[in-house]
Structure formats: structure tokens, C-alpha cells
């Protein structure tokens, strides 16, 4: 997409403007209810680190600053020797090297001290719509980006680092329809000091995607992590069908499919929901009580789907950090005490569908939402949360 086009669009001053993005010029009037379909959540505030204020239609996008064509480097190999240090280690050590490729403004741009509202300036709305910390992956040289994306894999692994590539590319395509989405428009920032010993946080995100990779801190952490994706099927520059969220609709459906009527209405929530409830500026605000129906009244097979479902978004990290993570959420002890919802609707194909993994630990959401960009058909926004391990447990969450 042309960048001047991006240009255009980030320099509109007022959150109608900015939020026109999201539609067709016909339906800039309907510009407030687009925001609300695209998240119920709206980031107040901005980053400490002395940036411009946040919220919404507030943010600053320096498009200025990009010379790289991400796009065009997606289906760039990543090559990481595989060596048998810790993953925190050898993200250290990448990070580093990271850091060693750019200049010293952008350095300082990257870096925020680690503090709970640094950590929670993340969103899953355009980047012209809510402020994020760091620097545009576009405002990358090629060394630095190859060098940002070794990183990456290592932090999320194969499956992971697949899905933001993904991500990206449903940016493209949404680029190719209405000026504002671009892969160049992901940002990565560093909280906390690069360390072998304190902790630090790696976010990267944009548009339908935050995650929050934690490392060396007191608890293993991959989460807060959004995942949204518009449209759900699409063609990308290599000619291949993509279909992002596959194995996590698929996943969450056929749990909830498995259920007899009397399961079925069991596990069904009073509430509507037109967006995740525990997301974007949410911290912590988990319900106080189970919703739904418990996993352990469900038959072996069931409980094998429920796994399975919780399974394809903690895929989303590393080997060495699945093995915790899945050993904390599929115990005896934590099957015991997890929750299946639904809302709405149990197909997936109806916009208000709603379903929920709840967990001692494990928090899941996906949600069917209107389309923003195409119209004509639904899309997803899905969040992945740690009740006790969300920023690694470097702050309260409950």
C-alpha cells in the first residue's frame, strides 16, 4: 500500500477522521459505533516515557520515520541456532543484538521503564486510534528487522511467530481495501531494562494483535494476548489460502458443540457480550465468580476438547515455556476448578457469539464480530489471559 496513503490518513486530528479508516467514506457518520464494534475497551491515558497523550483518536504515528517495506519480507526464512540455553537467555542475548542495530534515538524511543501502566498502553484497535509504546517495525532498517524477528521466533516459536505473520498479512489485505492498516504499522518496544537476571517485557502489536512476552520474571508469562483477524479468509502475496484463526475456531466450537442440550444450557451465560470482557484496559477485572458449566462434569472426551482448546493459544509460545504453562492449566487439581461458557450464540458464523474458558489460571475469550473493513461477512477478536501470570505476575492482576 502506498505509504502516502497511510500518511493521509495519520495526520486527521479528530477521532471521527481517524476512525473513517474503519469504512467506507459513506459510513464516516457511523464512525462511533465502527470504534465500538472494533472494542468495547478504549485505552485512557498514554506512554510515561514523555510521548504524546493516548486514548482514542489521539495517537501519533510516525510514518515519516519508515523505510522498510515489512510486507515484502514476510515470507523471509527466520534462521536461530538452536543451542541449549534457556529461552530467556537466548532472548537476552537477541534482544542485545537488537538493540546493538539501531541508532541511538531510536534506542531511546524502544525502551520504557517496566511499570504497570507502561505495561498495560497496548490495544487491539488501529495504531491511529490508540497510542502504543515503541517504534513502527516500517521505521526499522533491514538488518534491524531481521534482527527483531529472530527475537520474535524465539520468544513465540514456530507456531507462534506463524500466526503474527499471519496477522500481518491480514493487515495487507485490509490495506488493499481502506487506508490505515499496514504491516509497517506493528510496533515493538522493550519494557525494563535487557537483562540475563531482571526482568524485562517484549511487546509487539498493532491491529488485532498485542502480545506481551515476558522474560526472567517471576512468573512464566506470554499474556495479555490479543489475537483478532479481518477477514477470516484470505488470499496472501504468495497466492496462499489463509485462514488465521482455523484451529482456534475450531478448537473453541467443538467444545461447546460437544455439549448435550442439558450441558448445553448449563453452560450458557445470562450476559451478552459484543466484545471480550477482559480486554484492552482491563487488567485484572476477571468476574468473581465461575460462569458456565465445570469441566470436570463433563465426559472424557469433552474434557479432551477443553484441553484441546486451551492448547491452540498457548501453541502460540515456545516450546520451553508450553511445557509450564499447559502443566499449570491441564493439572487434575486446575481441570477441577475451569469453566466452559457461551453467549449469544454457539455458531461461529453469528455475530454476539460469545465463548469463554475460565480457569484458575487460564482466561479464554473468543468473540464474532461484525465486519468493520468487509462488511458482508463476521470476524474475530480472541484474548488470551493468566489470572496470576499476566506480565509474568510483575503486577497485580487480581
Known amino acids: 500500500m502506498k505509504k502516502s496513503l497511510i ?13 473513517s479508516g474503519c ?33 482514542m483518536g489521539s ?12 510486507a515484502a519480507t514476510l515470507d523471509e526464512e527466520v534462521s536461530v541456532s538452536n543451542d541449549s540455553t534457556s529461552v530467556d537467555t537466548q532472548a537476552t542475548q537477541l534482544a542485545q543484538a537488537f ?13 520504557y521503564d517496566l511499570t504497570a501502566e507502561n505495561a498495560a498502553t497496548w490495544s487491539n484497535l488501529p495504531v491511529n486510534a490508540v497510542q502504543r509504546n515503541g517504534i513502527l517495525l516500517g521505521s526499522l532498517s533491514e538488518e534491524s528487522l531481521k534482527a527483531a524477528k529472530k527475537l520474535f521466533y524465539v520468544a513465540l516459536g514456530d507456531e507462534g511467530y ?19 492498516y499496514d504491516a509497517d504499522l506493528y510496533y515493538i518496544s522493550f519494557l525494563g531494562e535487557v537483562s540475563d537476571s531482571s526482568a524485562w517485557i517484549l511487546q509487539v502489536g498493532g491491529h488485532h494483535y498485542a502480545n506481551n512476552f515476558t522474560f526472567n520474571t517471576k512468573q512464566t508469562g506470554a499474556t495479555p494476548f490479543f489475537i483478532g483477524i479481518e477477514p477470516q479468509t ?29 450441558q448445553e444450557a448449563k453452560a450458557e451465560l445470562t450476559d451478552k457480550f459484543d466484545d471480550v470482557l477482559v480486554g484492552p484496559g482491563n487488567d485484572g477485572n476477571f468476574p468473581t465468580e465461575h460462569g458456565g458449566i465445570p469441566v470436570s462434569s463433563l465426559d472424557e472426551s469433552q474434557q479432551e476438547l477443553v484441553k484441546e482448546a486451551i492448547k491452540t493459544w498457548v501453541s502460540d509460545v515456545n516450546e520451553e515455556d508450553q511445557k509450564e504453562l499447559l502443566n499449570a492449566y ?39 464480530q461484525g465486519g468493520i473493513v468487509f462488511r458482508d461477512q463476521v470476524h474475530f477478536h480472541t484474548i488470551w489471559r493468566d489470572k496470576t501470570a499476566d506480565y509474568g505476575g510483575e503486577f497485580s492482576s487480581q
Open 23 to 55: 469504512g467506507s467514506t459513506e459510513e464516516n457518520q457511523t464512525a462511533e459505533e465502527t470504534a465500538t464494534e472494533e472494542s468495547t475497551a478504549q485505552q485512557q491515558g498514554g506512554p510515561p516515557n514523555g510521548g504524546p497523550p493516548g486514548g
Open 330 to 368: 491441564l493439572s487434575d487439581e486446575a481441570l477441577a476448578q475451569t469453566y466452559v461458557a457461551w453467549s449469544g450464540s454457539t455458531s461461529s458464523e453469528d455475530q454476539g457469539s460469545y465463548l469463554r474458558i475460565d480457569g484458575p489460571r487460564v482466561w479464554i475469550e473468543f468473540t464474532v
Open 59 to 70: 495517537a501519533n504515528v510516525d510514518t515519516d520515520s519508515i523505510v522498510t517495506d515489512v
Open 234 to 262: 484470505f488470499e496472501n502475496a504468495a497466492g496462499e489460502t489463509v485462514e488465521p484463526l482455523a484451529t482456534r475456531k475450531t478448537a473453541m466450537y467443538s467444545m461447546i458443540d460437544s455439549l448435550s442440550d442439558e
Open 162 to 180: 506463524k500466526q503474527l505473520i499471519m496477522n500481518l498479512e491480514a493487515e495487507e489485505v485490509l490495506g488493499e481495501q481502506n487506508e490505515g
Open 99 to 111: 538493540l546493538d542495530t539501531l541508532s541511538d534515538e531510536q534506542k531511546k524511543s524502544i525502551q
Open 7 to 19: 500518511q493521509g490518513l495519520i495526520i486527521a486530528t479528530t477521532c471521527t477522521a481517524i476512525l
